[in-house]
């Protein structure tokens, strides 16, 4: 195969059209995000991509069959605009291929005709947030105090280090095509799947874009992922203690 393959399933018109990606990184919170757009809106597969900078596996459906590790784009109707949502199981393996990918992501997004983009994510804290804030970055210096309008935090050197990979890219590659694009990112602790901050996120999401969605089964997936953070905590303070009583016996 070819180093990027782009597969065409439909060419739907789109109306006023918003780049939205979540592909897996910190907490998996873009990706839970955009799954559960999928799942809760009306929506089309429009492009696959195939690279060889994905890892060499194929994954399996509930039939045994094979799927070939792949990115998507699907159209979305969120109401008085449509999403051109972007998302999959992988991101790139080199440097070069998150260079090569984000280009044609790009490509297919400007193909429907895409001006604005958010890339959704997470940044980590290192430790279990009860209440996550949504931390952003632009483009564009004019989007700041439009999304500070709805509660994004834009705090002086975080997150530490940048933001890596296509999320990243979308914003630095983006700007250099004339694109206006933020990203959005829910804390989050950096070492569990995070349906809560996917939530916080999306909840953004609809008051920049202005659509609605439902969110009880990510409210659902929170309350469970809530009573496992519990149990771990249970299991950590019983062996403190019994380290403690160790100490005290060795004493």
């Known amino acids: 195969m070819e180093d990027i393959e782009v597969e065409t ?14 592909l897996p990184g910190v907490g998996h919170v873009g990706k839970l995000a955009v799954e559960h757009l999928l799942e809760e809106l009306d929506s089309e ?13 194929v994954t399996l459906n509930d039939d045994s069959v094979a799927q070939l590790a792949r990115a998507e784009f699907h159209a979305v109707d969120a109401g ?26 790009l490509d297919i997004a400007e193909e429907f005709g895409v001006e604005e983009g958010y890339a959704l994510g997470g940044v980590p804290t290192g430790e279990l947030v009860d209440e996550p804030s949504v931390l952003g970055a632009v483009t564009d210096e004019d989007d700041v105090e439009r ?19 296509v999320s990243g890219l979308l914003l630095g590659l983006g700007e ?47 309350e469970e992922m809530k009573e496992v953070v519990g149990k771990i905590q249970e299991m950590q303070s019983q062996q403190q203690g019994m380290n403690d009583d160790d100490l005290r016996y060795i004493g």
């Open 80 to 105: 008085d605009r449509d999403l051109l949502v972007l998302t999959g199981d992988h991101q790139a393996q080199t440097n070069s291929g998150h260079y090569h990918l984000t280009d044609a992501f």
């Open 176 to 222: 250099r095509r004339g694109l206006s694009v933020a990203c959005l990112m829910g804390e989050t602790s950096g070492y569990l799947v995070d349906p809560q901050s996917a939530q916080v996120v999306l909840e953004v999401l609809q008051d920049v874009i202005d659509f609605e969605v439902g969110f009880e089964s990510l409210e659902e997936r929170a």
């Open 9 to 22: 399933l439909a060419d739907p018109d789109l109306r006023d059209p918003v780049l939205v990606e979540g």
């Open 147 to 165: 999304l500070e309008a709805v509660d994004v935090e834009f705090r002086e050197d975080e997150p530490a280090g940048g933001i890596v990979g």
């Open 45 to 57: 597969p429009v492009r696959y991509i195939y690279a060889d900078e994905f890892p060499p596996q």
